[in-house]
């Protein structure tokens, strides 16, 4: 990106804050996966590491619920409506 240019793809059609939210949505869906796959891996077995990870977790368990509900809303809302610019 060059100095100067808009932060988000205009060509796409997307204003600025519509552009924020979907790479925001792509951020948490890649780090998501990388966080589920991480958590399987052998080598994660520090006392400290589980330590820090658990009371981290600990947070992510206190957000989830209310994330998971939101984005819910939003999905059920605009690609139930029938309209096709609005689907999925």
């Given amino acids: 990106m060059r100095k100067g240019e808009p932060a988000y793809q205009a060509e796409e ?4 804050a519509e552009w924020s939210v979907v790479r925001d949505l792509e951020l948490t869906q890649k780090y998501m ?16 590491f589980h330590a ?13 619920d209310n994330f998971r ?3 819910r ?9 029938g309209n096709d ?3 999925v």
Avoid at 13 to 16: A, H, K, Q, T, W
Avoid at 36 to 42: H, I, K, L, Q
């Fill in 13 to 16: 059609g997307l204003s600025e």
């Fill in 33 to 48: 996966s990388r966080i589920r796959y991480g958590v399987t891996r052998e080598e994660l077995s520090s006392k400290a």
């Fill in 52 to 64: 820090r990870a658990l009371l981290l977790i600990r947070g992510l368990f206190d957000t989830v």
């Fill in 69 to 71: 509900a939101q984005i």
């Fill in 73 to 81: 809303r939003f999905f059920d809302n605009r690609a139930y409506q």
């Fill in 85 to 87: 610019q609005n689907t």
